[in-house]
């Protein structure tokens, strides 16, 4: 089966399946890991889903470990109501080998609900991205 008719749960089932779902109060800051680093894989973000429940001048935003890669970013001023859908596909975004997914907030303010799903794929199986 090509890889653009496999759905987001088949590549779940295939691998191992990474899933978050939290809540950030207006009184977080900083960068709180949402989901592991696993030794030995990879892991693909597939989609983020951010709803705003007391907006701010911050931001969201959603980076590997290292703060290589950035896969997304809420605007600064958001409002009570706002939601945010970042979507990936079924086959997913890869972050740098061996890291986790960190959510960084830009200061006390915003308040919100996070929806993450992904998978992590171990590299020694890997040849190409799925």
């Known amino acids: 089966m090509a890889n653009s008719a496999r759905s987001r749960e088949s590549f779940q089932a295939a691998y191992k399946p990474a899933v978050y779902s939290g809540t950030f109060s207006a009184v977080a800051t900083g960068t709180t890991q949402v989901l592991a680093a696993l030794a030995n894989h990879t892991l693909y973000i597939q989609s983020i889903m951010v709803s705003i429940t007391t907006g701010a001048a911050q931001t969201y935003s959603f980076q590997d470990d290292s703060a290589t890669i ?3 970013k809420t ?6 109501g706002d939601a945010y859908l970042y979507d990936f ?3 997913g975004f890869p972050l740098t080998s061996g890291e986790g ?4 907030i830009s200061g006390a ?7 993450i799903e992904g ?4 590299n020694d199986a890997a040849t190409h991205h799925p």
């Open 70 to 72: 950035l896969l997304a």
């Open 119 to 122: 998978y992590y794929k171990l």
């Open 75 to 80: 605007k600064a001023t958001s409002v009570q």
């Open 101 to 104: 997914l960190d959510h960084v």
């Open 89 to 91: 596909g079924p086959s």
């Open 109 to 115: 303010g915003t308040a919100g609900a996070v929806h």
